[in-house]
């Protein structure tokens, strides 16, 4: 794997706060959202309007309970599988003339008035849906969603980028693999181990150039960037309006340094410097999930009547990965718990402030012989069903970091990192150092991002959270800077994004985009 996706930790519902849990109490059930072909009709070319179908049947208690009513309608819309950007994939190259398919979803509400136009989404990943969290969005306040004041004036257009989804898949890494690479060792320390996790990246890689090989430029950012224009035309707004969250705010950012005059409003939430290249953006993740997790370990020393591994949560948990490392408990699904899976179950924890007493039962029971909280934290972060099948997540991941990539360190190099990175982050330096070789190790040419200022572009909100362990807070002040048009919008608070986390984030956001004011300079806002 390379960086730790930088997308909230549940795949299916990404925005902070809003859980699958929280909606099954609530007496809800998720429909499956699949804008099937004969539902959604035949792709619109660039520049033509989709044909807009409603989409599977909504339940009525799902939208009910505190919501607005929503209509939902899907469509598709054909994009050159090359833009022609210059890069590895130049109009003559690879795909030129053919066509991915990208797949909209369209949320409006019934009580919809002064509509300002559509307001496209963007979760990160990458690889995550678009579509799935338009959907969830849309659901209201009262599951953590956008607030009526946006919705009711905007439609909510979510999009699964190329190679994401819904929208020409990237599907070639097998469940096997995935198993294996989810459980391998975090810190390889051995020669023959860190072979062994080589290979598995040499077998990823291979399998991958295999089935796609010189396709595999074209699922870069600059060309997503490019099916986001298409994806405004489609919507019929003359101008972008969009909430990008992780790496969507490179995609966001992407987009406005390509079109500055097509820009109306961009909030950029869980912002991404464009300008670390792989080890710089690896080290600051490390240094991100540290820092969380010493909040962890804090507010569990300080609350030890809900933190059953109090006092000391960092030798609990770093017991727990080192006798997996030798002595792994078996589930009831026969899986063992081995250090990879006790490893990204503390990953996924830490995405939301509310994972931090699910990571806590999850190590106490673990240490009682009972693994099955570790599964189900790491399954969720890994989009690993119960069928043991993942979603295309990690495949795009891949897809879109490599394309991406120039930088590519040697495994000497990785190495050294390793060992360096274990003595300043020790418990996720050296799995980030090792997890480099995915683009180290991956086939094909690269076609990088532009990076620089969006000329002519109106003023864009950067939105970070202090206590973001993906896209850490440092991160925020350097993507506005790029930008040269960024306004830095602070939370003070925990977990991976913060919109719309609390009141004052949530009115400055709102404010922005239903009437373009721009938060005063300097804001922060506190954690509750």
């Known amino acids: 794997m390379t960086r730790f996706p930088d997308r909230i930790r549940r795949v299916r519902l990404t925005l902070a706060g809003l859980t699958a849990a929280a909606l099954v109490a609530a007496g809800c059930t998720l429909p499956a959202f699949a804008p099937e072909t004969e539902g959604a009709g035949p792709a619109a070319a660039p520049g033509t309007t989709p044909t807009w179908r409603p989409c599977p049947e909504i ?30 994939g130049a109009t003559a190259g690879p795909g030129a003339g053919e066509t991915f398919e990208i797949a909209l979803i369209r949320a409006r509400s019934t009580r919809q008035r002064d509509r300002i136009g559509s307001l496209v989404i963007n979760p990160g990943g990458p690889g995550a849906s678009g579509v799935d969290t338009a959907v969830y969005l849309s659901f209201g306040s009262a599951f953590g969603g956008l607030p009526a004041s946006v919705t009711d004036r905007f ?9 994401v989804a819904r929208s020409s898949p990237v599907k070639c890494i097998s469940d ?26 040499q077998r990823i890689g291979r399998g991958c150039g295999d089935k796609y090989g010189d396709q595999l430029p074209l699922y870069g950012t600059e060309q997503a960037a490019r099916d986001m224009d298409a994806v405004r035309a489609a919507v019929g707004d003359d101008k972008l309006t969009y ?14 340094q390509l079109y500055p005059q097509r820009v109306r409003a961009l909030v950029l939430d869980g912002a991404v410097d464009p300008q670390q290249k792989l080890v710089a953006g690896s080290e600051s993740q490390a240094r991100g999930f540290e820092r969380a997790f010493d909040n962890f370990d804090r507010w569990c020393a300080a609350n030890a009547g809900r933190c059953p591994i109090a006092p000391d949560a960092r030798a609990a948990v770093t017991t727990a990965i080192d006798k997996a490392k ?6 009831a699904d026969g899986r063992e718990a081995t250090s990879g899976w ?5 990953i996924s924890s830490l995405y939301t402030e509310t994972g931090w007493q699910e990571l806590a039962k999850a190590i106490d029971e673990l240490q009682g012989g009972d693994p099955t909280e570790v599964f189900k934290l790491a399954d969720a972060y890994a989009g690993r069903g119960e069928d043991g099948h993942y979603t295309n997540l990690f495949d795009a991941n891949l897809a879109v970091n490599c394309a991406d990539e120039t ?3 040697s495994r000497e190099r990785i190495r050294q990192l390793q060992s360096q990175w274990r003595e ?35 003023p864009i909100l950067v939105v970070g959270t202090t206590g973001d362990p993906a896209t850490p807070y440092e991160q925020t002040p350097a993507l506005a800077s790029m930008l040269g048009v960024g306004r830095v919008l602070t939370w003070e608070g925990e977990g991976h994004t913060a919109y719309p986390q609390t009141g004052c984030i949530t009115d400055a956001v709102d404010a922005y985009l239903i009437s373009l004011t721009v938060p005063r300079q300097g804001l922060r806002c506190p954690a509750r």
Not at 182 to 190: K, T
């Open 155 to 163: 439609d909510i257009v979510g999009f699964d980028p190329r190679g």
């Open 424 to 458: 300043k982050y020790p418990l996720f330096g050296p799995s980030l150092a090792v997890g480099m070789l995915g683009c180290v190790e991956w086939p094909g040419q690269r076609d990088p991002y532009p990076t620089g200022k969006a000329v002519g572009a109106p």
């Open 59 to 88: 339940p009525d208690e799902l939208v009910g309970r505190g919501a607005p009513g929503m209509r939902y309608d899907c469509a598709k819309v054909a994009v050159p599988r090359d833009w022609g950007t210059g890069g590895a």
């Open 407 to 409: 930088e590519k360190p």
């Open 243 to 256: 909430l990008g969250y992780s790496y969507g705010t490179l995609l966001g950012a992407t987009y406005a």
């Open 326 to 331: 030798v002595s792994p408990v078996r589930g």
């Open 342 to 346: 006790v490893f990204y179950a503390v």
């Open 176 to 201: 096997a693999e995935l198993d294996t690479s989810f459980g391998f060792d975090p810190d390889p320390q051995s020669q023959r181990s860190f072979d062994d996790f080589v290979a598995l990246n």
